[in-house]
C-alpha cells in the first residue's frame, strides 16, 4: 500500500496479560522501524529490520519484548506480561534505504 | 551518543507572524535531518527531509535550514495560521554503518491564536 498501516489503533490489556501489535510497510519499502513514544513526546527507537532480518536491536528490551518481519505477512511487535510502564503510543515507520522514513498512525497501549 | 534538543519547548504566537523553531544535535555526522509534524493523539506527518550534503529545503510557507558543523537546523513558518498548531519535532539520521533509526528531539509545541 501507500500508507504504513498500523493495528490495531488502540489496545488495551491488564498488567501481565500479552500485547501484540501490527505494521504493514509501505509496498516496496525494505527498511520497518518500530518507536516508542511515552510521555512529552518523548520517542525511543526499539529495533528495525531490513527485510525479515534484525537490523538494529539496540533498543529493545531484551526480556520481554520481541518482534518479526517474515515474508508476505504483518510486522508484529509483542510484549510478553505487560507492565504498567509499557503504555505508550507505539508506532511503526517504514523507509527505503537511506529516504526518509514514513510513519504509521500508531497504536495506543494502555495497561491497567 | 547522538542526542537532539528542540527549543522551545512551546510556543504560542498571534496568527499571521513569522516564527522560528531550534533543533540542535550533538554529533554533526548525520545522513540526514527530518522535520515532522504531530497534531495531538495522531500520527507523524513528515514536513522537510534534508540530506546532510543541503542547506535547506522549502515547501510552501515552511523552510527548513541545516548547519550541518554546528549542529543546528531551524524550521521558519511563515504567515502563521491557526492551522499550523501542532508539535514539531525533528529527527536525525546519525551517519553509521549499523543504524539508520531516527534520533528524536523532545518536540516544539507551537499555539497559533486567531
Known amino acids: 500500500g501507500e500508507e504504513v498501516a498500523q493495528t490495531p489503533k488502540h489496545l488495551v490489556r491488564g498488567e501481565g496479560q500479552k500485547a501484540k501489535l501490527y505494521c504493514a510497510p509501505i509496498?516496496?519499502?525494505?527498511?520497518v522501524f518500530w518507536y516508542q513514544q511515552v510521555l512529552k513526546n518523548e520517542f525511543k527507537f526499539l529495533i528495525s529490520?531490513?527485510?525479515?532480518?534484525?537490523?538494529?536491536e539496540t533498543g529493545m528490551p531484551k526480556e520481554r519484548f520481541s518482534a518479526k518481519c517474515l515474508p508476505n505477512s504483518p510486522c508484529s511487535l509483542e510484549i510478553q506480561a505487560t507492565k504498567l510502564e509499557d503504555s505508550a503510543v507505539y508506532f511503526c515507520?517504514?523507509?527505503?534505504?537511506?529516504?526518509?522514513?514514513?510513519f504509521g498512525p500508531g497504536t495506543r497501549l494502555t495497561v491497567l | 551518543k547522538q542526542e537532539v534538543t528542540q527549543i522551545p519547548a512551546a510556543l504560542s504566537v498571534p496568527e499571521g507572524e513569522n516564527l522560528v523553531l531550534n533543533c540542535s544535535f550533538t554529533d554533526s555526522a548525520i545522513y540526514n535531518l527530518q522535520w515532522f509534524r504531530q497534531d495531538p493523539g495522531k500520527g507523524l506527518t513528515s514536513l522537510l527531509l534534508i540530506q546532510s550534503s543541503q542547506r535547506e529545503q522549502t515547501s510552501g510557507r515552511l523552510n527548513a535550514s541545516l548547519d550541518k558543523s554546528s549542529g543546528r537546523s531551524t524550521l521558519y513558518i511563515a504567515a502563521s495560521q491557526p492551522g499550523d498548531s501542532a508539535t514539531y519535532l525533528c529527527?536525525?539520521?546519525?551517519?553509521?554503518?549499523?543504524?539508520?533509526?531516527?534520533?528524536f528531539g523532545s518536540g516544539t509545541r507551537l499555539q497559533v491564536q486567531p
Open positions: 529490520f531490513q527485510n525479515e532480518n534484525v537490523f538494529d
Open positions: 515507520a517504514s523507509s527505503q534505504a537511506i529516504n526518509e522514513q514514513f
Open positions: 509496498k516496496g519499502h525494505s527498511y
Open positions: 529527527a536525525v539520521r546519525t551517519e553509521d554503518t549499523g543504524r539508520r533509526a531516527l534520533t
